[in-house]
């Protein structure tokens, strides 16, 4: 998914190395049908862009789901929640 985020901001010329992106990721398992599940992904990405270059990020962190293979694949079964933090440099 890092991968993914990274294309789309680097379309947007936001560089994203060295250590420009992050990300933190928790998964929730559940009980569903007495069976153990990951039911949610939570992802937590910190960003450090250039000035004047966050409205392009956020556009960028509110799509890239969608052109992500893992959240395609795993679409329906596993909720993902994206949270940021937009740092400029």
Same mark, same amino acid.
């Given at each position: 998914?890092?991968?993914?985020?990274?294309?789309?901001?680097?379309?947007?010329?936001?560089?994203?190395?060295?250590?420009?992106?992050?990300? @933190? !990721?928790?998964?929730?398992?559940?009980? &569903?049908?007495?069976? %153990?599940?990951?039911?949610?992904?939570?992802? /937590?990405?910190?960003?450090?862009?250039?000035?004047?270059?966050?409205?392009?990020?956020?556009?960028?962190? @509110? !799509?890239?789901?969608?052109?992500?293979? &893992?959240?395609?694949? %795993?679409?329906?079964?596993?909720?993902?929640? /994206?949270?940021?933090?937009?740092?400029?440099?």
């Amino acid at each position: 998914m890092v991968g993914t985020l990274s294309g789309a901001l680097e379309a947007r010329k936001i560089p994203t190395s060295p250590d420009k992106v992050k990300a @933190s !990721v928790q998964g929730v398992i559940e009980e &569903v049908e007495g069976v %153990l599940r990951i039911t949610r992904i939570r992802c /937590h990405y910190q960003v450090k862009l250039p000035d004047g270059k966050q409205a392009a990020a956020e556009r960028a962190l @509110s !799509v890239f789901e969608r052109g992500c293979p &893992v959240a395609q694949t %795993l679409k329906g079964a596993i909720e993902f929640e /994206h949270t940021w933090e937009l740092e400029p440099y």
